[in-house]
T-cell receptor, first 112, second 114 residues
Framework: DQQVKQNSPSLSVQEGRISILNCDYT??????FLWYKKYPAEGPTFLIS?????DKNEDGRFTVFLNKSAKHLSLHIVPSQPGDSAVYFC???????????FGKGTLLTVNP | SQTIHQWPATLVQPVGSPLSLECTVE??????LYWYRQAAGRGLQLLFY??????ISSEVPQNLSASRPQDRQFILSSKKLLLSDSGFYLC?????????????FGDGTRLSIL
């Protein structure tokens, strides 16, 4: 049972344009959501998070949107840069749970 | 600032051999510590977490065990490796609070079982 789903295995965008990465979840108990970025041969790096009491959180070029009724979140990167090329993981956790549940990731390629 | 170290970066082991992967965190006290595994084509799966010395919780029944002999040291072990233990193993830490705290990952160990 995959509780966090990233349905697009890959995404390709042009430098300077917007990248939109999507994530869906099924567990209603999830109340905290995170995005991680991963380069080859490195561990995931925390990017940005959002609590379920919000529907938007911004940090520089990165914005995460949460639609609780649709159980959907998205990461927007504007403008996209070639250095953003990496695998992006969506993760979620609920209540007092220590466990992060991850999606399988989306490979973003930003072309110069 | 906090740093997390994992070693070795890569490891090739024969089936049936023992395993010991080590993780240490610097720059913080009493962190929560975690071991994850990413098998080929799958997402990250939590294996163990620890909220203090000697306190280990297992998420998935398996051929592995974890120990926390010191506050900032987390060890993943096996007495006899199986082929299915191959994967990318990641250690992570977070501040000692439940819920809404990000976990920060080390660079991982790529384990291949032959």
């Amino acid at each position: 049972d995959q509780q966090v789903k990233q349905n697009s295995p890959s995404l390709s965008v042009q430098e300077g344009r917007i990248s939109i990465l999507n994530c869906d979840y099924t567990n209603s108990m999830f109340d905290y959501f995170l995005w991680y970025k991963k380069y080859p041969a490195e561990g995931p790096t925390f990017l940005i998070s959002i609590s379920s009491i919000k529907d938007k959180n911004e940090d520089g070029r990165f914005t995460v949107f949460l639609n609780k009724s649709a159980k959907h979140l998205s990461l927007h990167i504007v403008p996209s840069q070639p250095g953003d090329s990496a695998v992006y993981f969506c993760a979620a956790t609920g209540g007092s749970n220590y466990k992060l549940t991850f999606g399988k990731g989306t490979l973003l390629t930003v072309n110069p | 600032s906090q740093t997390i170290h994992q070693w070795p970066a890569t490891l090739v082991q024969p089936v049936g051999s023992p395993l010991s992967l080590e993780c240490t965190v610097e720059g913080t006290s009493n962190p929560n510590l975690y071991w994850y595994r990413q098998a080929a084509g799958r997402g990250l799966q939590l294996l163990f977490y620890s909220v203090g010395i000697g306190q280990i919780s297992s998420e998935v029944p398996q051929n592995l065990s974890a120990s926390r002999p010191q506050d900032r040291q987390f060890i993943l072990s096996s007495k006899k490796l199986l082929l299915s233990d191959s994967g990318f193993y990641l250690c992570a830490w977070s501040v000692p609070a439940r819920g809404t705290q990000p976990q920060h990952f080390g660079d991982g160990t790529r384990l291949s079982i032959l």
